[in-house]
């Protein structure tokens, strides 16, 4: 359930932020590459922020990778 939510969120917060790029202002798109950076630094950390504080709202960790349901 971790993984969905996890996937869900970032999914959003890059579509919004190439939104707010388009419509808003372009400066917008260091939002992108935040989201992208802290991507790349959690593969090599094994820690993630967001990941956290789901599991701290209390959504569970069921199975580990995408594959697993």
Do not use: D, H
């Amino acid at each position: 359930m971790l993984n969905t939510y996890f996937r869900v969120i970032v999914g959003t917060m890059v579509l919004l932020s190439v939104v707010l790029t388009v419509y808003v202002n372009p400066k917008w798109m260091w939002f992108t590459v935040f989201i992208g950076v802290n991507l790349i630094q959690s593969a090599f950390t094994k820690w993630c922020l967001l990941e956290t504080i789901l599991v701290k709202l209390g959504v569970k960790k069921e199975g580990v990778g995408c594959s697993v349901k």
